[in-house]
């Protein structure tokens, strides 16, 4: 059951990434667009840096997920590395641990904030863009990252301390 599950979720984890990485190839592309206009056209995109700054949190909170599952982020591990087998093991369930609250707590944070833009239909300054489809990504991107890190526990405790959850 619990493998179906990180199965389903790893299919998930890696959609979102792929979505992460298109927000960041429509980034450049509108930052071109908008260079291109602004030195051909004198006239360039008034809407650019809302959207750009919409499309990068996006692909932030895209992409957390799998990389919280693999363990892709930085680490900084010279303390890690010289324990013994056993506290790693212990030290990596800690963090763990820290990693999901801290998912809880701020998805305790953007939930209201995400309703109180659901119900007014707020929308950004310039561009008038809808901003609760955005700020979903916030409240769904942490649940789904609490769950990584369980996972990521999980699955370095079924398997040797030096290998990687994948």
């Known amino acids: 059951m619990i493998s ?16 992460a990485a298109i927000a960041g190839t429509l980034i450049v592309v509108m930052i071109g ?4 206009m602004r030195y ?11 959207l750009v700054g919409l499309l990068m949190t996006a692909a932030f909170f895209l ?3 799998l990389v919280t599952f693999r363990a892709e ?29 801290f998912c809880l707590w701020f998805f305790g944070l953007c939930l209201p904030w995400f309703e109180f833009a659901f119900e007014r239909n707020i929308k950004t300054e310039v561009g008038r863009l809808l901003m609760y489809p955005w700020m ?7 649940i ?9 526990v999980a ?7 030096d290998t990687q959850a994948r």
């Open 155 to 161: 699955s370095v405790t079924q398997r040797p301390a």
């Open 40 to 50: 051909l056209a004198y006239t360039p995109f008034r809407f650019t840096e809302e």
């Open 136 to 142: 979903a990504l916030l409240p769904l991107s942490m």
């Open 63 to 65: 992409a957390l997920p």
């Open 144 to 152: 789904l990252t609490m769950l990584a890190f369980v996972f990521r």
């Open 4 to 19: 179906v599950l990180v199965r389903y979720c790893t299919l998930l984890f890696k959609v979102m990434a792929v979505l």
């Open 33 to 36: 667009a908008s260079v291109t």
């Open 73 to 101: 982020h930085v680490r900084v591990q010279v303390l890690v590395a010289a324990l013994p087998d056993t506290a790693r093991l212990w030290v990596t369930r800690l963090a763990a641990a820290f990693g999901a609250v």
